[in-house]
């Protein structure tokens, strides 16, 4: 009675009373206790079988179904353990379709003159009751119906028990197998369990109506992944199989950088004895649900699991449906399912709308629903189940219920099944139920392989009859069995004696009036291809209604924008992050990126680093300002080269022209003016043929220029050192020392720009580096060691003219330009000087302005200051240009 006490102390929660009537539920407790406490189980059965289900037959299939709970306490020594053992049962109603699909195979197989004709199928089906010592209990009266119980031997006459359908859970299904595997009766289970739970070979007798859980992990991983959550909480069963699961998807979550909030551990056989238990168990689900950042949690475990959390969260917050922070995303496995208890059959499971359901694929089978709809009392012979199945689905009492005092209406016959909302009885069949009806044809088309005309065993065995038939003949038949059910499925074992395509993904859409419809919205493949196996139709997914059908986020913190990078947290998993900007030059164009990357050559990234632009082709054009001053500044400069030769030619015969060898005077003019032309070479586009000739261009013409000036300032030393008595030097005066010296220093470069450009050319390039924003359209040098030699024999010619003109400043003026040469030959030295750093530090078409502008500021340097002076007395000062005004003696 300590259990009935707790719930009266519970009472006091006078807000439970608006979520579930429990003084009529207490009251019905009381009832059964005192139904349960006043008859004492007799002695000589010292473990009684409650319920079971059982239709004669010449040979029998055995079923282990899980639709009985009992609430355990802890059992004193001083007692019969049988006393306390039955005290308030509970039948997950959900679950009898289980047994209804055993039964609705066995009656189509015996009414099929084909499969097994001449034998009639029958069955025995017990419970596990949730309980291992049951488990065991109902086992053995499976193989040995009696009074007492030894094994390996019969007391009376028994049906055979050719083969044993069950259980749903792991610890269930593996304390049958270790019974069955003795005496090697085939066992088909109908429940997913974990690869590593039972290998094949260890026990030969043990076959899977479903696949293991590894395409269940695979799913719930993707399916994660797909909606971007990778913050989650889990809920799983406290036993074995729950560790197992923990371990399976722990490594896995790991590889998809998926973390767990936190880890809960649901009693899958609670102890309610005090407050004090009840108040651990709410804790353990109210704490995470409320605390959590999680909005997507995982449940996995058996059906008491699910009625442990919902009844625990009811317990916790009665009002639980409205509060916000209970808005969350479920995702259950297979061997969860939307069923309660009866008792608490009034709670809603609203709080779990647009939940994700792993099921066992399953067909519609025609003739099951009319099985279904036919379903009445007068059943109830042999079918130990249907009697507490209808009261407690329904909420009624047949006339000889043996309570006390009824509180419930009494039972008409007239119920439907229909009629129960989706968590008491479903009217569509389960996916267990459908392995469950497979299950049972596999052991009928193993006995007709067994038994056929055809059949090489027949022959071994001749006449033998069914009834002779031992369980262990069947296992080489069922391992090559193959065949399509009623639904057109073809049926047949793996190399690891399981069964199934794989899991279907059903979304749960809930009504206020507490039914629900599962729709199918994808499905993992047992045995993908290559790059398949996951399907999910994101369209037909109906969200929880508080999310208002935008897809939820289930994260650590807030994903880190585009633009942004993961930075780790110290101390925490590596699912919570900061977010920080990208480095420079990089970029990140999705949310949540563990890294930025680098643009492509061609590209660069935006202001807000989340995308990358096209860069703009840079180049000096003609169009823009810059161009159009260069252009103008070149042939005004050529322009004025063009007059000032004019001028020269014109006045070719005054004193002041033919001064200093008037041919080098022409050619350094002609020179001047190509050098300011050759300018436009660097301007616009570059092309193969500007590439080809502009640096070739630049280095002769200037050199042709700088040796014009050399030979000027020559001519100007040995006439002077010619006038001295006695000089030697008289001989070399005259066109031929001038002509020389200047056809001698061009052909250098000449035959230097040759080898340049007959090796390694310069050729049109884009530079992606040196520019952000920008690609520099530029002229591939070819040999930069070649370039630079040119211009170093350029520089050698410029400081030999300048060291020269520097000497012979002095000299008597009558002869004299070289003070103008030193001035011109000082800002060429100055320009070109400046020149070097100045290109070097600049990128892009501003390289090229600095070149252009160094060509025309030196090449004006020339012409202005060996020129000017001599124009000026040309055009202002006429009258001194009068060769008796030039000598000057000394």
Request: hydrophobic fraction near 40%.
């Amino acid at each position: 009675m300590d259990t009935v006490r707790l719930i009266f102390q519970i009472l006091n929660l006078k807000k439970l009373v608006k979520v579930v009537n429990l003084e009529a539920v207490c009251f019905r407790l009381v009832c059964m206790a005192w139904r349960i406490d006043g008859v004492k189980c007799p002695e000589s059965d010292p473990l009684p079988v409650p319920y079971e289900w059982y239709q004669p037959g010449d040979l029998l299939i055995g079923g282990i179904s899980s639709q009985v709970i009992y609430t355990l306490h802890t059992l004193p020594f001083n007692e019969h353990p049988s006393q306390k053992l039955f005290a308030l049962p509970e039948m997950v109603t959900k679950f009898y379709q289980h047994a209804l699909a055993l039964a609705f195979a066995v009656n189509e197989i015996n009414e099929n003159p084909w499969i097994l004709p001449n034998v009639t199928l029958g069955f025995r089906i017990s419970d596990s009751y949730y309980d291992a010592r049951m488990s065991y209990r109902t086992t053995l009266d499976l193989l040995f119906k009696s009074r007492s119980f030894v094994p390996n031997y019969k007391y009376i006459t028994q049906k055979n028990v050719i083969s044993v359908v069950g259980g749903l859970v792991a610890a269930i299904s593996f304390l049958v197998a270790d019974l069955l595997g003795l005496y090697k009766i085939p066992q088909l289970t109908y429940g997913s369990f974990a690869p590593a739970d039972r290998d094949a070979t260890e026990v030969p007798s043990f076959y899977r109506m479903v696949p293991n859980e590894t395409p269940q992990y695979r799913g719930i991983t993707q399916l994660l992944l797909h909606f971007g959550w990778t913050w989650v909480g889990l809920f799983s069963a406290d036993d074995d199989s729950g560790e197992r699961f923990l371990q399976a998807l722990e490594p896995l979550f790991f590889h998809n950088r998926i973390c767990l909030d936190f880890i809960e551990k649901i009693p899958t056989q609670s102890r309610w004895d005090t407050l004090s238990d009840v108040n651990d168990l709410i804790s353990k689900v109210y704490r995470p649900l409320t605390q959590s950042k999680a909005n997507t949690f995982i449940i996995n475990g058996g059906c008491m699991v699910i009625i442990s959390l919902n009844t625990l969260m009811v317990l916790g917050d009665p009002e639980y449906e409205e509060n916000p922070l209970f808005r969350k995303v479920w995702i259950m496995t297979a061997q969860t399912d939307f069923v309660q208890s009866s008792i608490l059959k009034s709670l809603s499971f609203y709080l779990f709308q647009g939940a994700f359901l792993f099921t066992v694929c399953t067909n519609e089978l025609l003739g099951f629903k009319k099985f279904l709809q036919n379903i009445n009392p007068s059943w109830m012979q042999g079918n130990g189940f249907l009697k507490i199945f209808w009261e407690q689905a329904f909420g009624c009492t047949f006339p000889d219920s043996q309570e006390p005092i009824r509180i419930n209406e009494t039972c008409t016959g007239e119920e439907r099944l229909e009629g129960l909302p989706g968590h008491l009885f479903e009217m569509r069949m389960s996916g267990h139920s459908y392995s469950i009806y497979n299950a049972v044809y596999v052991v009928a088309h193993a006995l007709h392989a067994l038994y056929s005309p055809t059949s090489s065993h027949r022959s071994k065995v001749g006449g033998k009859r069914y009834l002779d038939l031992q369980p262990w003949e069947l296992h080489s038949f069922l391992q090559g069995i193959s065949f399509n059910n009623a639904a057109g499925e073809t049926l047949h074992f793996n190399k690891n004696k399981e069964m199934g395509a794989g899991f279907d993904i059903m979304n749960m859409v809930m009504f206020p009036n507490k039914s629900f419809v599962r729709v199918k919205v994808g499905r993992v493949d047992a045995e993908p291809l290559e790059g398949e196996g996951f399907i999910i139709h994101e369209d037909m997914i109906v969200w929880h209604r508080h999310f208002n059908q935008v897809r939820p986020i289930s994260v650590c913190n807030n994903y880190c924008s585009p633009g942004y990078q993961k930075k780790k947290k110290e101390g925490e998993q590596f699912c919570c992050y900061d977010c920080a900007p990208c480095p420079e030059g990089k970029f990140s164009s999705h949310k949540d990126m563990d890294d930025c990357f680098t643009c492509l050559e061609d590209q660069y990234p935006n202001k807000d680093q989340d995308g990358c632009v096209h860069k703009m082709i840079n180049f000096l054009s003609f169009e823009e300002p810059l161009g159009i001053c260069l252009v103008s500044l070149a042939l005004s400069l050529t322009l004025t080269t063009v007059l000032v030769l004019g001028t020269f030619i014109k006045h070719r015969d005054t004193p002041i022209v033919r001064a200093n060898n008037r041919d080098i005077t022409y050619a350094l003019l002609i020179s001047l003016m190509f050098c300011f032309l050759c300018s436009l070479l660097f301007l616009g586009h570059p092309g193969k043929f500007t590439c080809f000739f502009r640096q070739a261009a630049f280095g002769i013409i200037f050199t042709v220029a700088v040796s014009c000036v050399l030979a000027k300032t020559i001519t100007v030393v040995v006439a002077f050192m010619a006038t001295k008595p006695g000089s030697r030097m008289s001989k070399w005066v005259g066109k031929k020392l001038a002509s020389s010296t200047a056809i001698a220093s061009c052909l250098i470069q000449v035959g230097t720009c040759t080898v340049w450009l007959g090796t390694f050319p310069p050729f049109p390039a884009f530079d992606t580096r040196s520019l952000t924003e920008e690609i520099v359209a530029e002229c591939n040098e070819g040999s930069v060691l070649m370039f630079y030699i040119v211009l170093g024999y350029l520089g050698l010619l410029s400081l030999i003219s300048l060291l020269v003109a520097f000497l012979a400043r002095k000299l008597p003026d009558s002869f004299n330009e070289a003070k103008s040469i030193t001035f011109s030959m000082l800002i060429f030295c100055s320009v070109w000087i400046s020149f070097v750093p100045s290109y070097l530090s600049t990128k892009g078409k501003y390289m090229v302005a600095v070149e252009i502008f160094s060509i025309l500021a030196s090449g004006a340097g020339l012409l202005a200051c060996i020129f000017s002076p001599k124009c000026y007395i040309i055009l202002l000062r006429p009258e001194l240009n009068r060769r008796g005004l030039l000598i000057r003696r000394t």
